[in-house]
C-alpha cells in the first residue's frame, strides 16, 4: 500500500510562488511515475504536470509551462511542484497521485490522465488573488 501526503498549499498573490511537497510512504519503490492535478471550483479535474520516477522525465500541461517545475528527492521519497508566477486561474485543490504501472502513466499534450493513478493524497488548497 502507498500512501500520499500533500503539503505546502496556502495563499499567494498574483505573481508570486508556492512550493507543494507529496511525500510518499509504504511501497513506493513500486511506482512508475507520480504527478500533479488540481481542480478549480466549478471545475473538473485537470492533469498539471507529470514526473517518471524512474527516468526523472517530466511533463506539464501547457498552462503551466515555464511557471512550474516537478522535481523528486529519492532519500526522502518525495517530489515537489514548484509553482511560480502565479495566477488567479492557478487557484485550486491540488493532489498528488502516483501509478503503480507503467501503463497508467498517460500523458496527453503533456497533461497526465487521472484514470491511470493507483493512489491520491487528500489534496492541498493554494488560493491566488489578483
Known amino acids: 500500500q502507498v500512501q500520499l501526503v500533500e503539503s505546502g498549499g496556502g495563499s499567494a498573490q498574483a505573481g508570486g510562488s508556492l512550493r507543494l511537497s507529496c511525500a510518499a510512504s509504504?511501497?513506493?519503490?513500486?511506482?512508475?511515475?507520480m504527478g500533479w492535478f488540481r481542480q478549480a471550483p466549478g471545475k473538473e479535474r485537470e492533469g498539471v504536470a507529470l514526473l517518471y520516477t524512474g527516468l526523472n522525465s517530466t511533463y506539464y500541461v501547457d498552462s503551466v509551462k515555464g511557471r512550474f517545475t516537478v522535481s523528486q528527492d529519492t532519500f526522502k521519497n518525495t517530489i515537489y511542484l514548484q509553482m511560480n508566477s502565479l495566477k488567479p486561474e492557478d487557484t485550486g485543490m491540488y493532489y498528488c497521485a502516483a501509478a503503480a504501472t507503467k501503463l497508467g502513466c498517460v500523458v496527453v499534450r503533456g497533461s497526465p490522465l487521472e484514470h491511470g493513478m493507483d493512489h491520491w493524497g487528500t489534496g492541498t488548497l493554494v488560493t491566488i488573488s489578483s
Open positions: 509504504g511501497v513506493t519503490d513500486s511506482l512508475h511515475c
